[in-house]
């Protein structure tokens, strides 16, 4: 299906504008044909562009995990019912309509993964990256997840256990990672500083303070 | 193999712009009610899995969102929201639009296309 004769990289004379890719175009054909059938309205899909490209990431996520560090009354609502908790903070909508927060402890580390295609709670994370999407994750954080984490960098201790969440279309989980030592006293935002994305997937752990 | 560098700077989460178009466009028809998001989870799935059997292990990039738009068309051209044979003479309308419009200017269709 590589359609490349029409990609512009090329240096030989034109004068008209660069051509897209040639799946950009066919993009551009199902936008056009379906505004013209009224199924869709271009500003709603800008929109949505904005959201995702701007607005939504893993600095959701990072506030719930720190306020869940700093509060314990707010961990254990969470921990029973994450969706509804969440939403609270404003973080729900598209792949928020179920999710579980699985909490990490000295005997457990918890990884998600989505085995099916790439669900993913959208309202705490934004879009996954990349590595979530390939088969080298998804297929194999299953079959050996700790070979997967070494790559990634995390060494569990051999009495840690791993469990592997599979999302789907109707749940999605995140990862509550443990309290890096250290931290007491500091404010919510400073620990929601520490919490990265991957910490909150179960490929990593939060930053240790400086 | 190695599926990451720890620490890298974060990318874009579109690296190119029709991978948010398509991606808009799938999220918007799924909230005007034309199909449920796990049934555009199952599609894109048996997408996911064929391009697989095709070409080998995915990498999470351009051949991720190559199978999400193969997905759509095809969930699409099943629903007779939009036909194969219509979306291609579309296409080549907007390549050629691109063609015969000056560098820097905005590229359109022109009227009845």
Redesign the interface.
Known sequence: ?PHDH?YHDHDHDH???????E????????????TE?G???PA???A??DI??NQV?PQNGALVVAKAWADPDFKARLLADATEVVAELGFYG??GEHITVVENTSERHNVIVCT????YPWPLL??P?????????RARVVREPRA?LA???LALPEGQAVRVWDS???MRYLVLPMRPEGTEGLSVGELAALVT??SMVG??VPKVPA | ????T?DRP?????S???H??????T???S??G?YT??E???R??AE?VAL?GRQG?????AD???AW?GA??GL?TERG??EPA???R??E???AA????????P?Q?KAGQ
């Not at chain 1, 004068?15 to 890719?21: E, G, K, N, R, T």
């Not at chain 1, 799946?23 to 379906?34: F, G, M």
Request: charged share 20%.
């Open positions: 299906m029409h004068d008209h504008a660069v051509l897209p890719p799946p950009a175009l066919r993009v551009k054909a199902l936008e056009t044909l379906l059938k199924l869709i309205d709603a899909l800008d949505i562009i995702y490209q990431g598209r792949q099916l295609c790439s669900c934004g879009i990256p990349g590595w979530y999407k390939s088969d080298a994750y997967v790559e990634f960098g789907t279309a109707e994305r991957d490929t990593g | 193999m190695t599926i990451c720890p974060e990318p874009p989460p579109f190119e712009p029709w948010a178009q398509a991606f808009a466009l999220v918007h028809l909230e005007r034309n998001w796990p555009w989870a199952e894109f799935s996911l697989r292990p995915l990498d999470g990039g991720y969102w190559a738009l759509l068309e699409l929201m939009a219509v979306v291609e579309l296409k309308a907007w390549e691109y063609l015969a419009t000056p560098h820097g200017a590229v269709l």
